[in-house]
């Protein structure tokens, strides 16, 4: 009598430990599936991310060449005008670098126009 009691409790933890077993596996399947989802999650925000930082750097190329062309204009415009003060009368000198003035202030301020209506859309 006793060797079947004896049998059928450790029948009964068998069955309590497989059970156990099968919690504990698919408790650490489940992990391995939130792992693997967040991973496809932070690597999509990092793809964004480099996005973001790539256009910015385009942004501040395109701003640097403006301001460049600024400055020549300015340049040209200072000499230009230095000239027509020495020799007391404007020329085409002027009329030119005054163009070039005239038209990189128009293009950097639609530069910026642009800018600024893509940053406010995002």
Do not use: P
């Not at 059928?8 to 599936?33: D, H, P, R, S, W």
């Not at 020329?91 to 600024?116: I, Q």
Request: hydrophobic letters at 45%; charged letters at 25%; a positive charge.
């Amino acid at each position: 009598m006793l060797g079947g009691f004896l049998g059928g409790i450790i029948e009964y933890i068998v069955a309590v430990e497989t059970v156990l077993i099968a919690f504990i596996g698919g408790y650490f399947m489940l992990q391995g599936k939130r792992r693997e989802k967040q991973a496809k999650i932070d690597k999509e925000k990092a793809a964004k991310q480099q996005q973001i930082i790539e256009k910015r750097a385009e942004l501040r190329k395109q701003e640097s060449l403006m301001t460049m062309e600024l400055m020549y204009a300015t340049m040209t415009l200072g000499v230009a005008t230095a000239h027509a003060v020495k020799n007391e009368k404007t020329n085409g000198t002027m009329e030119s670098a005054l163009r070039c003035a005239e038209l990189a202030n128009f293009d950097y301020s639609k530069f910026v126009r642009a800018a600024a209506v893509e940053n406010t859309a995002e």
